[in-house]
């Protein structure tokens, strides 16, 4: 069996660039698109994705729904929305947002790979370093009880992101 760890990658830069059967959108809860890292989902998949999401009708903070990707090199989207603390949101809703989203991706059965960005950590402000304990740990858990999961990516953006999950990812994943 091959090792935890070795499913596990953190990858720089722009998670619409991946060839993963999915990518993960930090959405919001319209699913109408916004800014970051959601606005650049939505520029490069098209607008065809715009039209899918509008027949979903919204997503509540720690869900996730499925779309195709479009344009995008990755077949699948999980759009799922993680809290806005600057909107007071409940702060473990981060820990439902990446389960929610793994669990989608297991049950679509064809997604062996999949890849997040730094869900809430950007406009919606949680702390990096809490959001990347709850992503590890949660992806540990997840990787360990599902073999179907080949491989999931943490695509960071900011260097500070990079540090981050470069010096947690052996203390969650240590074999
Ligand atoms: P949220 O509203 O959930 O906080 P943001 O999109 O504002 O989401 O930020 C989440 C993270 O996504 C931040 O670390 C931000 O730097 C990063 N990001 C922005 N654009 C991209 C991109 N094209 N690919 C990957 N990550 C991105």
């Known amino acids: 069996m091959t090792s935890i760890a070795s499913r596990v990658r953190i990858v720089q830069g722009d998670i619409t660039k991946l060839k993963t059967d999915a990518i993960v959108n930090a959405a919001n809860r319209s699913l109408l698109g916004g800014g970051g890292v959601d606005g650049a989902i939505h520029r490069a998949a098209g607008p065809e994705l715009f039209k899918e999401c509008r027949t979903i009708k919204g997503c509540k903070t720690g869900d996730a729904k499925i779309t195709h990707g479009y344009n995008l090199p990755a077949t699948w989207i999980i759009h799922t929305v993680g809290p806005n603390l ?90």
């Open 86 to 175: 600057n909107a007071g949101d409940d702060k473990e809703k981060l820990r439902d947002a990446y389960q929610n989203s793994l669990n989608l991706a297991i049950d679509t059965k064809e997604i062996k790979t999949i890849a997040f960005p730094c869900i809430s950590t950007g406009i919606y402000g949680y702390p990096q370093e809490e959001a990347a304990h709850i992503a590890l740990e949660v992806t540990r858990k997840t990787l360990k009880e599902y073999e179907i999961l080949e491989e999931v990516i943490f695509c960071v953006f900011l260097d500070s992101d990079r540090e981050i999950y470069e010096r947690l990812k052996p203390v969650y994943f240590p074999d």
